[in-house]
């Protein structure tokens, strides 16, 4: 059997986002909607949200934008792509119908265009009982025909086998972990044991920020700095530390016309895992769209690798991660 070739998806988070993406509906919306468009026919194949993605007065903006954009979209095009959010298990939500006002939230804004729906974050480290719960949940909505899919984000391994045993008892497959993953996240052991439940299970491994909130596509020589608050501080700390990092990139770059994303892009693709790209405008998902026709040979691969373990400055982990 051959390996499927790995994909590239794209993410929504900065789509309704001020606080760390500086969205602007007046000027970001019409751009937004050629970037989904030229994503969708260049062949990025998953576009990932959350109900939780757009900040203050704009909860789930970024959700009713896909929604919209989609009653444009052809049918053919929707049933080759998946549609994929992300439900908070926020404290309040508990219990085994936690999430049921959310889903069907969810639902609406995308205006029934869901594939799949993820846990966003794992609750174990200060509710462990809740997201057994809402798991639960989300199988009895998958059970009742409103769910094809399920999914889990931001879950260690220990737990991801735990409850992927669970559901599989009910006949109900976990289709997709998502975790952070990018050449400025710390190699660890949890990650490789993600890596093998998955090949064992079938289970598809998303990795988000695959570019390090944009680091890694900085160039060398240069060091800007982005407008929000959250992202100058990450800027600040990490892109002196990783000039070392980022040559390579453009150095390897060189041999495929490519640009430093898109081969942050193939590492990620060449360690199994599917990224998912934050992309707000026509260039970015033309940049990404071009990283599929390319891939890295195992010497580069171990270069970016060896750059990476030795790299001095990482991504911080999300606090929600469980065991």
């Given at each position: ?10 993410g ?12 602007k ?5 019409i751009?937004l ?8 026919n ?11 993605y ?13 929604g919209?954009?989609?009653e444009d979209?052809p049918?053919r095009?929707?049933k080759?792509?998946t ?26 804004r995308?205006?029934?265009n869901?594939?799949?729906v ?6 174990y ?9 809402l798991?639960?949940g ?8 409103l769910i ?16 992927f045993?669970?559901l ?17 996240t710390?190699?660890?052991l ?35 700095m982005p407008?929000?608050?959250i ?13 070392e990092?980022r040559?390579?990139l453009?150095?390897i ?12 892009l193939n ?7 599917k990224?998912?790209?934050g992309?707000?405008?026509p ?27 030795a ?8 606090p929600f991660?469980s065991?």
């Amino acid at each position: 059997m051959t390996k499927k070739k790995i994909g590239i998806g794209f993410g929504t988070w900065a789509w309704g986002n001020k606080l760390v993406w500086g969205y602007k509906a007046e000027t970001d919306d019409i751009l937004l909607k050629k970037t989904f468009f030229d994503a969708i026919n260049g062949g990025l194949d998953l576009v990932d949200s959350a109900d939780s993605y757009g900040t203050g007065s704009l909860f789930g903006q970024s959700e009713k934008l896909i929604g919209d954009f989609l009653e444009d979209l052809p049918k053919r095009k929707l049933k080759k792509i998946t549609i994929a959010t992300k439900l908070a298990p926020f404290p309040w939500r508990i219990g085994r119908n936690g999430l049921n006002n959310a889903f069907q939230e969810s639902n609406q804004r995308l205006k029934g265009n869901m594939t799949r729906v993820q846990l966003h974050w794992s609750t174990y480290r200060y509710a462990p009982w809740q997201e057994e719960q809402l798991l639960n949940g989300l199988g009895d909505l998958y059970e009742e025909g409103l769910i094809k899919e399920i999914g889990l984000s931001n879950t260690g391994p220990k737990r991801l086998n735990f409850l992927f045993q669970k559901l599989k008892k009910r006949g109900i497959k976990i289709q997709s972990i998502q975790m952070q993953l990018s050449l400025l996240t710390k190699p660890s052991l949890e990650d490789e044991n993600i890596k093998i439940i998955c090949d064992e299970n079938e289970i598809e491994y998303l990795a988000y920020s695959p570019l390090g909130l944009g680091i890694l596509t900085v160039p060398p020589n240069q060091s800007p700095m982005p407008s929000t608050f959250i992202r100058k501080s990450l800027y600040q700390r990490i892109l002196p530390k990783t000039i070392e990092l980022r040559t390579l990139l453009t150095n390897i770059g060189k041999k495929y016309s490519a640009s430093q994303a898109q081969v942050a892009l193939n590492w990620v693709r060449s360690h199994g895992a599917k990224p998912i790209v934050g992309i707000r405008n026509p260039n970015q998902a033309k940049d990404a769209i071009s990283a599929l026709n390319w891939s890295l040979t195992k010497s580069e691969k171990q270069k970016l690798d060896f750059c990476r373990n030795a790299c001095l400055a990482n991504m911080p982990l999300n606090p929600f991660t469980s065991p």
